[in-house]
Each structure stands twice: as C-alpha cells, then as structure tokens.
C-alpha cells in the first residue's frame, strides 16, 4: 500500500477543545481537566484512506500549537510546511467562530493549498449552545472547507473530521 505523511496544525481560540480533538482522534481519551499544551505537542496517527487508485496508508502528523498567540514568527514557523488543518471552534462561543477567518488567513499567506476542514465541537453541551450549525456552515463555506459538529467529550464525528481531512490530503 503506498504511504504517505503529512503535517496537520490544530488551530482555534483557547480552550476550544484542540488538545481534546487530538486526545480524542489519537488514544481515544477525554479530560475534563484543563490540561494547557505548552509550546508545541506533535502526535502522529496513522490510518488508511480509500482512494481511486486503492487505499492509501496516511500518516498525519497532528500539531497541536499552545493557546491563540498573535500571529508571530514562532507560529510563522511551526505553521509551515502543513498541507491541512483543523479549524476548531467551541459552539458555546460566538467570538471563536468569527476567528477562524483569522487563522485560515495566517495559514494561507504561508501555504495556499493547505487543505482546510472545520470542527465545530463541544456539540455535546447542548443547553450551552450559542452559535447555529447555518453559522459554522456560512463561514465554512467562505474557506472553501467541509465541516462537522464534533464533541471529543461524546467522539461525535471526531474520526469523521480528521477523515476528511485525511481523503483531501490524499488527492492534493
Ligand atoms: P484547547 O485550548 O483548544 O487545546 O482546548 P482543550 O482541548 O484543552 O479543551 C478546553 C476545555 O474544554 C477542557 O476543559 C476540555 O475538557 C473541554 N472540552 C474540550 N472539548 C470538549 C467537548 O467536546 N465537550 C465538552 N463538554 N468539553 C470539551
Ligand atoms: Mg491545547
């Protein structure tokens, strides 16, 4: 089976539930506790993507950058080099959605065929909920990406969204 590895950024407001997505995709884990990633955390999954010419074992190498520093040379540097991302918003916080303009901004200056998809997660809060599923769509369909109402607390279409990532990084 042909193989291949591709760098992935996490990015998304603090606390939006980067670190948790990752957990969740990778050692299929939750914390309730705060766990503040410092620096940068690279965990790496492998997993097998169909594709027109047969399936293809895909590494993606998931990097998971500390809080919502400003955009900065540090971030230049840890954002290069990525051929996706995951958007992360919290669907409890307005504000987090109108970011992700922000940080797919920063990442196409570097790149601009990264491949983009958004999770829209904490889904599993549902009395918290502040921002409808048109809101997330509108403007991920501004940045050309897919997206997916996750919960790394419930795996609600966690794997889904790391998939289909994972399936546009295979055909670029
Ligand atoms: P990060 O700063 O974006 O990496 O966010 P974290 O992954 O550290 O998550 C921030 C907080 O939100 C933590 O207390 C997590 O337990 C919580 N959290 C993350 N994802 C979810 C989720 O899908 N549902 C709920 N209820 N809480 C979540
Ligand atoms: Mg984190």
Known sequence: ??????????????????????????????????????????????????????????????????????????????LRGAAGAILVCDLTRPETVTSLTTYAGNLTSINENVSLVVAANKNDLVNQLRVAPDEVAAVAASLGAPFYLTSAKTGDEVEAVFRHLGRLLVKS
């Open 1 to 78: 089976m042909p193989a291949l590895s591709k760098k992935v950024c996490l990015l998304g407001d603090f606390a939006v539930g980067k670190t948790s997505l990752v957990r969740r995709f990778v050692y299929n884990l939750f914390e309730d506790r705060y766990i503040s990633t410092i620096g940068v955390k690279v965990s790496r999954k492998t997993v097998t993507i169909p594709d027109a010419a047969g399936p293809v074992e895909l590494t993606m190498m998931l990097w998971d950058l500390a809080g919502s520093e400003e955009f900065n040379q540090i971030q230049a540097s840890y």
